[in-house]
């Protein structure tokens, strides 16, 4: 097995990411990852994975050929035995453990266990298979990368090139998966507005009153002039409280908003139970 290291060396040119990122946390997620795997490297099945400790589960998967053959494939792996056999996973794991990313690539002529072998690889027609891990939060993740006989192997490009992506599209895919992990916060946002206010300020007790109800409508939904009208100030004077509110709070979007309130939200609902 052989381990190549990656590189902060940004990414390829170019390469466009906006339908990756824009589906994040979508369905479309898998398709329009793959479909970017797929046209830079040839990749005809991808499978994200949680590697952390003993357990491996599975988070997301795409396939050239849909969805179906992906999670088969994906969902066999990690449901089995055969994960816990593979090399692959404990030189990941290792790496992980030093803080290490990582490209891995196993021969499979090399396999000393024959069913493992013919279980990954033969009974699936894949004949190449890059492995990207690295840590995320303190947890491990890892990426398998495949392509069927009907491509061949990842040629040296190919290679290259998901060493270069790779910790982007490591980040892409924990990010997909914490998203699909965030409480749904409809019901929270459809309270009244007063109501968000309060829990804005009780959940985030650095801003000041007036940065707490411009957060509190922004949360909900309304535009920096309907923020206005309501509070009977200028757009520029909202502008101002959401830049020193997002400022205190060390944020930068609506989402990041909104992430922060949900998850304070549900801290909060843990503690009362």
């Known amino acids: 097995m052989e381990a190549v290291q990656t590189f902060p060396a940004g990414s390829l040119g170019e390469i466009s990411w906006r339908e990756s990122i824009d589906s994040v946390g979508t369905e479309m997620f898998p398709r329009e990852t793959i479909r970017v795997l ?30 179906d053959p992906a999670f088969t494939m994906a969902s066999k792996y990690a449901a089995s035995g055969l994960c816990h056999r593979d090399p692959t996973l404990e030189m990941a794991r290792q790496l992980c453990r030093r803080s290490e990313m990582a490209v891995l690539r196993l021969d499979p002529a090399r396999l000393v266990d024959w069913q493992l072998r013919h279980d990954i690889y033969f009974s699936q027609n894949v004949c190449d298979r890059l492995f990207v891990c690295g840590l995320r939060e303190g947890r491990s993740y890892g990426l398998s990368l495949l392509r069927t006989v009907a491509r061949g192997a990842f040629p040296d490009p190919a290679i290259a090139c998901i060493q270069t992506i790779a ?20 019901p929270m ?3 009244p507005v007063t109501e968000i206010e309060q829990c804005v300020a009780a959940a985030m007790p650095t801003l000041t009153r007036r940065e707490a109800q411009v957060c509190a409508r922004i949360l909900r939904g309304m535009s920096t002039p309907g923020i206005a009208i309501d509070l009977g100030v200028r757009e520029d004077s909202v502008a101002t409280y959401r830049k020193r509110a997002y400022r205190r709070l060390e944020i930068g979007t609506r989402f990041e908003l909104l992430q922060l309130f949900i998850g304070s939200c549900a801290s909060a609902a843990t503690t009362r139970h």
């Open 38 to 67: 797929d046209r830079w490297a040839g990749v005809e099945h991808y499978a994200a994975f949680d590697i952390h400790e003993d357990e491996v589960k599975l988070l997301s998967a795409g396939s050239v050929h849909g969805a």
């Open 167 to 186: 910790d982007t599209l490591l980040s892409l895919v924990v990010k997909h998966q914490r998203m699909l992990e965030m409480p749904d916060p409809s």
């Open 189 to 191: 946002l459809l309270r």
